[in-house]
């Protein structure tokens, strides 16, 4: 889908010839996001394949280029609504972990940060106000010392662009 939006200006950039136009990319966007719809489980989330389970990364990447195409409507908002409470989950097993970090803990701590972080950036570029959730997980994550430096990356800009 991303790959669909940018493919005019990348071929356009090139003069290569017989290229689709606008309106094709267009179309195709929009039976992407159809076809999304189509497969988008009633819990507001996707599986890698339909016989899978709903998976956070794979919803949360759907989520990502869905909003990255401006998309809007019921898809989107049910997605945000998934990938909100898995948040909410995830905040709620960092808070719980011990200090200091047991050796065993740390790897899992690590992820958790990271896809919180990337799960609030995506909230937050959907128009969600992501900035009290993102200092709470800074100041986990700075509290149990695992602290992802693509997390601090992403936590950083939803600091600094969002308003209080």
Known sequence: ??????LYDI?????????PTHAEIA????????TLGKSQRSDGGWGYF??????IFVTTQVLD????????????DRAKRFVAAELATTMRKLQKLPVPLPVGEQS??????????YQMQVLAAA?????????TLHAVATKLTTY???AQARLLTLVAKQPS
């Not at 950039?13 to 017989?18: I, Y």
């Not at 339909?50 to 998976?55: F, K, L, S």
């Open 27 to 34: 179309a195709t966007l929009k039976r992407d996001i159809e």
């Open 50 to 55: 339909p016989e899978y389970d709903t998976d």
């Open 1 to 6: 889908m991303l790959a669909t939006a940018s």
């Open 127 to 135: 128009g969600n106000n992501q900035r009290t959730a993102a200092t």
């Open 148 to 150: 992802p430096v693509d």
């Open 108 to 117: 899992r701590a690590r992820f958790l940060v990271g896809a919180a972080a």
């Open 11 to 19: 071929l356009d950039s090139f003069n290569v010839a017989d290229r």
């Open 65 to 76: 280029a869905l909003v990255a195409n401006r998309a809007t409507g019921a898809v989107v």
